[in-house]
C-alpha cells in the first residue's frame, strides 16, 4: 500500500475558527511531513517528524500546530489563520534512509475567510 | 545547498520522447538527483531517482554525466496525460528526514503535450 491519505479534502475556514488537518499513512514510514503550496509555486516545507518527534520546522508561525500521534498519523493544527494561508496543504511520508523518495498525499485545499 | 534550474515550461506532441534538463552546478558529492511529476490540485508523485550515470524504471530514464552539474528526464512516448509540472531536487539522502533548509523545491517544468 503506497496511498497517503488527507482529510478533509477541502475547507473553509474563518479567522478565529480551529481547525485540524489529518494525515495517514501505513507504509510504515517514520518520516512525515506537511508542505504548504500556493497556486502555481512548488510546494514550501513546513514540518518534518522523524519517529513521531518534530525535527524540523521551517520557520513557520505558531498559528500551525503539528502533531504526531504515532508513527501513522500525522495532524496540522489551525487556529487564527489569516486569509493568506489559503493553499493547498500537502502530507507526505518517506522510508527510513531516504528522505527524498516521498509518497504524498492528494492534499487539503484550504480556504480561510 | 544544490541549486537547480530548469526550463519554466515545455510544448511537445503525442508519441514524442520529451527531455527535460537541470542545471544543478554545485551539487556536492553526496547529492542524489530526484524528480518528481505533479498534476494541479494533486501531490507530487516520485518518478526516479539516482546519482550517476543511468537510471530507467518503467516510467521514465534519468541520465547523469559524469560532472554531475546537470540531468536529464527522459520520457519516452509522451501522452496527454504526462503534461504536469516536473520538479528536480538534489541533495544528500537522510535517514529521518534531513536537515533544516533541504527538501527545496525549485520552480520547475510545465510540460504540455498537443495531440
Known amino acids: 500500500d503506497t496511498e497517503v491519505t488527507q482529510t478533509p479534502k477541502h475547507l473553509v475556514m474563518g479567522m478565529t475558527n480551529k481547525k485540524s488537518l489529518k494525515c495517514e499513512q501505513h507504509m510504515g514510514h517514520r518520516a512525515m511531513y506537511w508542505y504548504k503550496q500556493k497556486a502555481k509555486k512548488p510546494p514550501e516545507l513546513m514540518f518534518v517528524y522523524s519517529y513521531e518527534k518534530l525535527s524540523i520546522n521551517e520557520s513557520v508561525p505558531s498559528r500551525f500546530s503539528p502533531e504526531c500521534p504515532n508513527s501513522s498519523l500525522l495532524n496540522l493544527h489551525l487556529h487564527a489563520l489569516q486569509p493568506e494561508d489559503s493553499a493547498l496543504y500537502l502530507c507526505?511520508?518517506?522510508?527510513?534512509?531516504?528522505?527524498?523518495?516521498?509518497?504524498f498525499g492528494p492534499g487539503t485545499r484550504l480556504t480561510v475567510t | 545547498l544544490a541549486k537547480t534550474t530548469q526550463p519554466i515550461s515545455m510544448d511537445s506532441y503525442e508519441g514524442q520522447e520529451v527531455n527535460i534538463t537541470c542545471s544543478h552546478n554545485n551539487i556536492a558529492t553526496n547529492d542524489y538527483i530526484t524528480w518528481y511529476q505533479q498534476f494541479p490540485s494533486q501531490g507530487p508523485r516520485f518518478i526516479i531517482q539516482g546519482y550517476k550515470t543511468k537510471v530507467t524504471n518503467e516510467v521514465a530514464s534519468l541520465f547523469i554525466p559524469a560532472d554531475r552539474k546537470s540531468s536529464t528526464l527522459s520520457l519516452p512516448r509522451v501522452s496527454l496525460s504526462d503534461t504536469a509540472v516536473y520538479y528536480c531536487l538534489v541533495g544528500t539522502l537522510m535517514n529521518y528526514g534531513g536537515s533544516q533548509g533541504n527538501l527545496i523545491f525549485g520552480k520547475g517544468t510545465k510540460l504540455s503535450v498537443k495531440p
Open positions: 507526505a511520508s518517506s522510508p527510513v534512509g531516504n528522505n527524498y523518495e516521498q509518497y
